[in-house]
């Protein structure tokens, strides 16, 4: 068994074990004089175990110590634990073993020593990573702490979050104070309950007694709304499952219906429906909005957003239930209105504004007063997410869902704004990632939804599935080298990395470190380069590296660029700009970028014979199908235009070439699955190439000789959860 040092000694800034350094000072861990980086909490996590060696700790005790003053769940110890076992290659749990129901145990001889003043210093990065698979252990709830007076129920539902390719175009943002501060100083003990075991939950909203919860449920591509007793834990369905999508849950304030918002087809514009509590006829109330939604305290009017591609206008506006439309406010393109929320006393509405589509671009939270239109910043500075927004009972504030840094928009937290102040303050602060809030009455159940990533790294025959085979955990992005390799994107080590691997998964090596989000590799025709978008200067850039991963070299420092892509011969590489979706073409080597169009495209591959590039695009118009469009390198318009069914699912922006120039490749999801389709450029039916009958495929990448394919497939996996606890004391 482990001894500590004798606690008769001075306090000293080193702990040693093993070949091992834990740097108190500087807050590092140190190996052979090379740091070895750790996330915050996971390096608080060590080092509580360090300062307690030989002891059995509980998960209870450890997650007061790490996060003293804020709500986690779980996941977010076994998340940091798994970290920690990484950075000792601790996989044989010598250092951090598991004691089956009662915790864990730091099992090393610890000794402490002066810290070597002249020791470079060592700063640990500040951002939290995300987790790709989150285990979960229901048997215990952690302690938490106090931020509201009153007992507060929180219902989180985990989202479906399905991965749209917009939703993971980043760069990177450390906010400072106020809005980086601490979590209130005063806490209440919280207990979260999971509701469901489905998987497969889609969207929340809270009865204003706190007696129901309406949720979406998804199953094989198609939804359906569910009305749950919370006491009894009884549901019921209250629509019939059919291939739509719903948007935003809301219930009346004297609940008695239920509000949503609801896409008819893949390609169909959003409407607005009003259904009773128990099922019937939807009344459809709002033609042609965007899916975010707020009614009036009095229940007679609804403020929604409603984006015109045609004008290129963003317009913030209010209806009678039954009645006349009428402007609020309006920004031109690509600024955009989202998530309103109306005031408890119905003068106010709080809405988010910004650009939502461009990465590293940031929003705010803006309010309207009803009395006189005049329109004020409320958040005392912009932030890289603001979402969804409920405002207490009493009118001192809101909850939000927001996000503190542009390199992860998919992390989200809950936070409080205060009102009129605008000062955000966070709620939660874990590895989970939440959208979706709700609200009762007397703000004594606030529902909010979490979502956690599953996903693994697959590789099948080009023409048949029958020898799949999982080789690696990971989101993807791939790119295939010369010598038969995969490079890819995985979030393996805590953040999104670029690694290279042999195609039976063997020989995994990372070869980025930037602690951040990297992604989308392509390899050059000579296998000696690597060109990936990162946010490892603040923006979603272009960098370019040696095939093992040294020497790398920023290519592009615009708003946001993504999708790199090498033509045939090495000379060029194509690229999307992200937020306008534009394509642009550089020389390889570095230098400026021509606009190659002005059509919207999601990202562009070019032809082995270096003549044509194909990608996606679609009109900015309502009800317009997706396209794959086919055109000169060199420049011109299309040559060729291949229009999907209305049917189709869009999923991976990912469009590639057989080797043989004839036909390209891409994603349909149907019914909620994904497989990989082929299409002739002599025209005819597409035909289906794989046959995987379960999960969605994120991205994949063919072989260069045409016979192997590599692909991420996976969910997003959602469930509810009540967890007791938060109000703003007074």
Same mark, same amino acid.
């Given at each position: 068994m482990a001894q500590s040092q004798s606690s008769s000694q001075p306090p000293q800034d080193i702990r040693s074990f093993a070949d091992f350094k834990l740097d108190l000072k500087r807050g590092c861990l140190i190996r052979d004089g090379h740091e070895i980086k750790l996330r915050p909490k996971s390096y608080e996590t060590l080092k509580y175990l360090v300062e307690n060696p030989g002891r059995i700790l509980a998960k209870e005790e450890l997650i007061q110590a790490v996060w003293p003053d804020s709500f986690v769940t779980d996941d977010s110890l076994v998340q940091c634990l798994r970290e920690v076992r990484r950075a000792l290659s601790d996989e044989s749990q010598q250092f951090l073993k598991t004691v089956p129901r009662r915790g864990y145990i730091f099992d090393m001889e610890v000794s402490a020593g002066q810290q070597n003043q002249t020791h470079p210093a060592i700063m640990t990065e500040q951002i939290e990573g995300v987790k790709l698979v989150i285990e979960s252990d229901k048997s215990a709830i952690g302690k938490y702490g106090k931020l509201f007076g009153g007992v507060i129920v929180i219902v989180v539902l985990a989202s479906a979050g399905f991965l749209l390719f917009r939703s993971i175009r980043h760069s990177r943002l450390v906010l400072g104070s106020p809005a980086a501060a601490a979590p209130f100083s005063s806490f209440q003990k919280i207990q979260p309950t999971q509701l469901t075991n489905l998987g497969s939950v889609m969207g929340i909203a809270i009865s204003p007694d706190g007696r129901y919860v309406v949720y979406t449920l998804e199953e094989a591509g198609r939804q359906s709304l569910w009305l749950r007793q919370i006491e009894t834990n009884s549901g019921q369905q209250i629509t019939a499952p059919a291939a739509v999508n719903y948007f935003e849950l809301l219930f009346s304030p004297d609940g008695q219906y239920i509000y949503f918002a609801r896409r008819d087809s893949p390609q169909g514009v959003i409407n607005i429906y009003r259904l009773p509590l128990l099922g019937g006829v939807p009344a459809r109330l709002i033609e042609n909005a965007e899916g975010y939604f707020s009614l009036s305290p009095d229940n007679k009017q609804i403020c929604f957003v409603r984006d015109s591609a045609t004008n290129e206008q963003s317009k913030l506006m209010a209806a009678d239930i039954n009645g006349a439309e009428r402007q609020l406010s309006q920004r031109q393109l690509p600024q955009r209105f989202r998530y309103p929320a109306w005031s408890p006393d119905g003068g106010v509405i709080v809405a988010s504004a910004g650009n939502f589509d461009a990465q590293g671009s940031l929003v705010e939270a803006i309010e309207l007063r009803l009395t006189d239109g005049i329109e004020r910043r409320l958040t005392t500075q912009l932030w890289p997410e603001i979402g969804q927004k409920v405002w207490l009972p009493d009118g001192s504030g809101l909850l939000v869902i927001a996000g503190d840094q542009t390199s992860r928009p998919y992390q989200r937290q809950v936070w409080f704004l205060g009102y009129p102040d605008g000062h955000l303050r966070p709620l939660t602060n874990d590895v989970s990632t939440y959208i979706c809030l709700s609200l009762t009455r007397d703000s004594t159940m606030l529902a909010t939804l979490e979502t956690r990533l599953e996903a693994n790294i697959w590789v099948t025959g080009a023409n048949s599935a029958g020898r799949a085979a999982k080789v690696a955990t990971g989101a993807g992005g791939f790119a295939w080298t010369p010598d038969g390799r995969i490079v890819y994107g995985s979030h393996a080590s805590g953040?999104?990395?670029?690694?290279?691997?042999?195609?039976?998964?063997?020989?995994?090596?990372?070869?980025?470190?930037?602690?951040?989000?990297?992604?989308?590799?392509? &390899? %050059? *025709? !000579? /296998?000696?380069?690597?060109?990936?978008?990162?946010?490892?200067?603040?923006?979603?850039?272009?960098?370019?590296?040696?095939?093992?991963?040294?020497?790398?070299?920023?290519?592009?420092?615009?708003?946001?660029?993504?999708?790199?892509?090498?033509?045939?011969?090495?000379?060029?590489?194509?690229?999307?700009?992200?937020?306008?979706?534009?394509?642009?073409?550089?020389?390889?080597?570095?230098?400026?970028?021509?606009?190659?169009?002005?059509?919207?495209?999601?990202?562009?591959? &070019? %032809? *082995? !014979? /270096?003549?044509?590039?194909?990608?996606?695009?679609?009109?900015?118009?309502?009800?317009?199908?997706?396209?794959?469009?086919?055109?000169?390198?060199?420049?011109?318009?299309?040559?060729?235009?291949?229009?999907?069914?209305?049917?189709?699912?869009?999923?991976?922006?990912?469009?590639r070439w057989t080797p043989d120039g004839q036909s390209l490749t891409y994603v349909v999801t149907e019914a909620g699955v994904s497989n990989i389709w082929k299409q002739s450029l002599a025209g005819g039916e597409p035909k289906q190439i794989t046959n995987f009958e379960a999960d969605k495929i994120f991205y994949f990448d063919l072989s260069r000789d045409g016979q192997e394919l590599v692909c991420s497939r996976g969910r997003w996996a959602h469930d509810v959860v009540l967890i007791k606890g938060v109000r703003p004391a007074t």
């Open positions: 953040s999104k990395e670029i690694w290279i691997m042999n195609p039976d998964g063997s020989q995994q090596r990372q070869l980025t470190f930037s602690n951040g989000f990297n992604t989308s590799p392509t &390899v %050059s *025709p !000579d /296998g000696a380069e690597i060109v990936f978008a990162s946010d490892r200067a603040g923006g979603l850039n272009l960098w370019k590296m040696k095939i093992d991963g040294s020497d790398v070299v920023r290519l592009t420092s615009g708003a946001g660029e993504d999708y790199p892509r090498f033509s045939p011969d090495g000379r060029y590489l194509i690229y999307t700009s992200v937020g306008n979706w534009r394509l642009w073409r550089m020389p390889a080597a570095g230098g400026e970028a021509v606009a190659m169009g002005s059509d919207h495209s999601e990202a562009a591959n &070019v %032809s *082995p !014979d /270096g003549k044509w590039f194909a990608s996606f695009t679609r009109d900015d118009q309502p009800n317009s199908p997706y396209q794959i469009v086919v055109a000169p390198f060199d420049g011109g318009p299309p040559a060729k235009k291949f229009v999907l069914s209305k049917d189709f699912g869009y999923q991976s922006a990912d469009v």
